[in-house]
């Protein structure tokens, strides 16, 4: 039975994927923002273990992790909570730009940090949940992609530290997914939202557990999870 640490199993993504493990009755380690939260998960999800910290400053995780109980073994580390918060370079705030990099760049940072000694013990498996703003910068998306691109350039060079561990690490980057977060860019973009447009966060939990459940031979690096072509639309 595999364990795995999940961020932002809450919502969309991260919820399917934590559904798929957990009904496959793999051990989960849900990240809960705080108390309340992790309640929540443990209702949801019968057995499950939860771990409470805030990744909006992660400067302060390593201190809440120390009062509380770590696993001793991680299968694999998924990076799934994320952050939006859209705007031109010349209207974001810094505290704007804080919060992205904080919570989608240097939290999954900091929470590598700590498990790296249990997954280069379990020879495990280390995925950030990116998105296409990882791979090319549209006009209002700046602060999100920069973040996103540095999670790349994180996920890049940690291959190539701990392939010699027997690390492997996988970036996933998904269009637009029918979720929460893309509600919340509808509604900032000032468009209607119609989550039937966009990918079902099924389909990209799918991808997720191939690159996981992959035989130890192989590693895939890197995929890139598009909207499919919809009937009446050109």
Do not use: C
Not at 12 to 39: E, F, P
Not at 136 to 162: I, M, T, V
């Amino acid at each position: 039975m595999a364990t795995h640490v999940i961020t932002g199993a809450g919502s969309g993504i991260g919820a399917a994927v934590a559904r798929r493990l957990h009904a496959r009755g793999d051990d989960l380690v849900l990240h809960a923002r705080d108390a309340a939260r992790a309640k929540e998960f443990a209702a949801e999800f019968p057995g499950a273990r939860t771990l409470v910290g805030d990744l909006a400053d992660p400067d302060k995780l390593s201190w809440a992790f120390s009062h509380q109980s770590l696993p001793d073994r991680v299968d694999s580390l998924l990076h799934i909570a994320g952050v939006v918060d859209l705007g031109e370079v010349g209207e974001l705030t810094p505290k704007s730009w804080r919060h992205q990099l904080n919570v989608n760049l240097v939290a999954p940072a900091e929470l590598t940090r700590h498990f790296l000694p249990q997954l280069r013990a379990a020879r495990g498996h280390v995925l950030f949940v990116n998105s296409g703003a990882g791979l090319n910068a549209q006009a209002g998306w700046s602060a999100y992609a920069a973040s996103k691109h540095g999670l790349k350039a994180l996920a890049d060079s940690l291959r190539q530290e701990e392939s010699g561990n027997g690390v492997r690490v996988t970036s996933v980057y998904p269009g637009r997914t029918a979720s929460p977060m893309q509600a919340k860019v509808h509604q900032q973009e000032g468009k209607e939202y119609d989550p039937a447009r966009w990918i079902d966060p099924e389909s990209v939990a799918t991808a997720v557990l191939t690159a996981l459940d992959l035989p130890r031979d192989a590693e895939i690096t890197d995929v890139t999870v598009r909207p499919g072509p919809t009937p009446g639309l050109a």
